[in-house]
């Protein structure tokens, strides 16, 4: 991947989570610290990966995206937001009575999101069904499904695992935001997933790996996997509170928001972080 | 017809689905494991592309449908009753209703008519969890026919929708070319002093009370309230007003079902008196479905004894 290229998705990403603080000072949004482990993962899928069309929600060539990990919808909000699905103004709307971004997604409001979530670990099915039914109906989209780590828990992602693997599902795609950590603390504590990749690829999946926050290794792990033919997942080593540093200094903080007096600090870490990784 | 010929709600359902492939191309078929419980195999083999065996995954099977219903197709998924309306659950409420996605649930082996399956297998207590869903239609049929007219109707009917078959054969009540409005209901027979609403299996036992309630000068008026989500208030209203007291007969807990969705129009609409003539919250157990309608009280003599209870107490 070009230099100045990734320039501009870290620059991107800045203002994506630029924004997410905002929204969790300004709306009490609880899951700051989760959005901000996909935040990259959001930015590079969203403006290297899929082809959209932000003026034609709805067209049918469109790539497909099933957010599975539903608390980190906010990520997803800033992201269409950037990408003119609708109005920047509607962030700080979310989870207000009668907005157009709720708390966790549902699909008819919002333009843009191709499924609902909130109840975790039902992403990947929803995928594989979209994916069979493009399909039948000959339209060579690719279908993205992005889960936490933390929901691979629920049986019901193993069900799905086992039927795109099965039905040669060749067009989906899973990423997986392995921050290590869930709202009661590590995964690996609390229910271990490791080793993941051998478990994904006994059921028949292809599986890739990445620094979920650099874009040169995204870059390079999202050419290999799409190169071939799916089912396949990337494992994307990621970080609680990502960029962020009052977030990722206080572990667990999965469900904590952040106060308007500490909004202005959070702007300023991530301003200097920039400049800093700028300058280095 | 002769006892041989007798077939049951769940029998409708292979031949219904072919048909609807053939009107319409996009329907697809999933369904967990279950093609030889309900005769698939005819129609897979006819449309390999369309049917799909999820295998023994009951959430899967809802999320796949969920995305097929996204991808701009007609799902028809079939499972138990048991576990599509109660492991899927959370799948059916957050993939298929909030999204108001058109997918059909065709549940079979619902309630008692498991028999011998015992009580894993025996759900009376899904037409409550599926009543209780926003955007989630509910149809419980009483015979073949109605049962092959509700699948057909359905292709055209908007959001998710959950119809509860039994598996025992039955009478037919209806002829090939009755119509089966989704909302609607049927009055199967007129009558001044009582009114006996039922759905399932005991639409039948509703119709052999009516016959001794008459010896006994009690006139009831039975109506088949195929659907259960929406519910035919205007029918049901208008009789209750008639009779001034009810009977409700379902397979099914007397917690959730048709018993509590007549009793919330009575009671907003026209407060009469009501016996209910169903399950008395257990669970069921093995057996025949005969021996399990006399052990659970779900014949045509507990309607007729509620019958004869509810009658004295009618408001005129």
């Known amino acids: 991947m070009k230099c100045d290229r990734a320039k501009k998705l870290e620059q991107i990403a800045l203002e994506?989570?630029?924004?997410?603080?905002?929204?969790?000072?300004?709306?009490?949004?609880?899951?700051?610290?989760?959005?901000?482990?996909?935040?990259?993962?959001?930015?590079?899928?969203?403006?290297?990966v899929m082809s959209l069309r932000p003026e034609e929600p709805n067209w049918p060539n469109r790539d497909r995206l099933v957010l599975s990990k539903g608390h980190a919808c906010p990520t997803l909000y800033v992201a269409l937001a950037h990408r003119g699905f609708f109005s920047r103004e509607e962030l700080w709307n979310y989870n207000k009575l009668g907005s157009m971004l709720q708390g966790?997604?549902?699909?008819?409001?919002?333009?843009?999101?191709?499924?609902?979530s909130g109840s975790l670990g039902l992403g990947l099915g929803i995928a594989n069904g979209i994916a069979l039914g493009l399909r039948c109906a000959g339209i060579r989209s690719r279908v993205f499904?992005?889960?936490?780590?933390?929901?691979?828990?629920?049986?019901?992602?193993?069900?799905?695992?086992?039927?795109?693997?099965?039905?040669?599902?060749?067009?989906?795609?899973?990423?997986?935001?392995r921050n290590a950590a869930q709202s009661e603390g590590p995964t690996e504590e609390i229910k271990a997933l490791e080793p993941l990749d051998e478990k994904l690829k006994s059921f028949g999946w292809q599986v890739f790996h990445a620094n979920g926050h650099d874009f040169a290794s995204l870059h390079q792990a999202f050419q290999a996997m799409l190169s071939i033919d799916g089912p396949a997942a990337l494992i994307a080593s990621t970080k609680t509170g990502q960029g962020v540093p009052m977030m990722e200094k206080n572990q667990p903080l999965i469900r904590t928001a952040i106060a308007r007096d500490e909004m202005s600090q959070a702007l300023t870490e991530l301003e200097e972080m920039s400049r800093n990784g700028n300058e280095g | 017809m002769e006892e041989k010929a007798l077939l049951s709600p769940k029998d409708a359902v292979a031949e219904a689905l072919i048909h609807l492939c053939e009107t319409d191309d996009r329907i697809v078929v999933l369904n967990a494991d279950i093609s030889s419980c309900v005769g698939l195999h005819d129609f897979t083999s006819?449309?390999?592309?369309?049917?799909?065996?999820?295998?023994?995954a009951e959430q899967d099977l809802v999320l796949t449908a969920?995305?097929?219903?996204?991808?701009?197709?007609?799902?028809?998924?079939?499972?138990?009753?048991s576990f599509l309306a109660g492991r899927a659950y959370d799948t059916m409420r957050n993939a298929v209703a909030m999204p108001n996605l058109p997918v059909r649930f065709v549940a079979v082996c619902a309630g008692i008519t498991?028999?011998?399956e015992g009580a894993a297998y025996q759900a009376l207590e899904d037409i409550a969890l599926m009543r209780a869903l926003p955007k989630m239609t509910v149809l419980v049929p009483a015979d073949f026919?109605?049962?092959?007219?509700?699948?057909?109707?359905?292709?055209?009917?908007?959001?998710?929708?959950?119809?509860?078959?039994?598996?025992?054969?039955?009478?037919?009540?209806?002829?090939?070319?009755?119509?089966?409005?989704?909302?609607?209901?049927?009055?199967?027979?007129?009558?001044?002093?009582?009114?006996?609403?039922?759905?399932?299996?005991?639409?039948?036992?509703?119709?052999?009370?009516?016959?001794?309630?008459?010896?006994?000068?009690?006139?009831?008026?039975?109506?088949?309230?195929?659907?259960?989500?929406?519910?035919?208030?205007?029918?049901i209203q208008s009789s209750l007003r008639r009779t001034g007291c009810c009977v409700v007969a379902e397979e099914h807990n007397i917690i959730g079902g048709l018993?509590?969705?007549?009793?919330?129009?009575?009671?907003?609409?026209?407060?009469?008196?009501?016996?209910?003539?169903?399950?008395?919250?257990?669970?069921?157990?093995?057996?025949?479905?005969?021996?399990?309608?006399?052990?659970?009280?779900?014949?045509?003599?507990?309607?007729?004894?509620?019958?004869?209870?509810?009658?004295?107490?009618?408001?005129?």
């Open chain 1, 16 to 48: 994506v989570r630029k924004d997410l603080v905002r929204m969790a000072s300004v709306t009490g949004m609880k899951y700051l610290s989760s959005s901000l482990s996909m935040a990259d993962l959001i930015v590079y899928i969203y403006w290297e």
């Open chain 1, 104 to 116: 966790h997604i549902e699909m008819c409001r919002t333009p843009g999101v191709d499924a609902g």
């Open chain 1, 145 to 177: 499904c992005i889960l936490g780590d933390g929901e691979l828990q629920e049986g019901s992602f193993w069900e799905s695992a086992l039927t795109s693997a099965s039905h040669k599902l060749s067009n989906v795609y899973a990423v997986i935001d």
């Open chain 2, 46 to 56: 006819r449309f390999p592309e369309r049917a799909y065996n999820l295998g023994v």
């Open chain 2, 66 to 81: 969920a995305g097929m219903a996204l991808a701009g197709k007609i799902p028809y998924a079939v499972s138990y009753a």
């Open chain 2, 114 to 116: 498991a028999g011998e």
């Open chain 2, 145 to 235: 026919q109605s049962t092959r007219r509700l699948l057909l109707n359905s292709l055209s009917w908007n959001g998710p929708l959950y119809i509860r078959l039994g598996c025992i054969p039955l009478p037919r009540l209806y002829g090939t070319d009755d119509g089966f409005p989704v909302g609607g209901g049927r009055l199967l027979r007129e009558g001044k002093s009582v009114t006996i609403c039922a759905c399932g299996i005991m639409v039948h036992e509703a119709m052999k009370a009516a016959a001794v309630l008459a010896r006994q000068g009690i006139e009831a008026e039975v109506i088949d309230c195929y659907s259960i989500k929406p519910l035919p208030v205007m029918l």
């Open chain 2, 259 to 316: 018993g509590s969705a007549v009793a919330e129009i009575a009671a907003t609409t026209c407060p009469i008196p009501i016996r209910f003539v169903g399950v008395e919250d257990r669970f069921g157990q093995s057996g025949s479905s005969e021996e399990l309608q006399e052990y659970y009280a779900l014949t045509h003599q507990h309607i007729v004894s509620a019958a004869a209870q509810v009658w004295p107490l009618r408001r005129r």
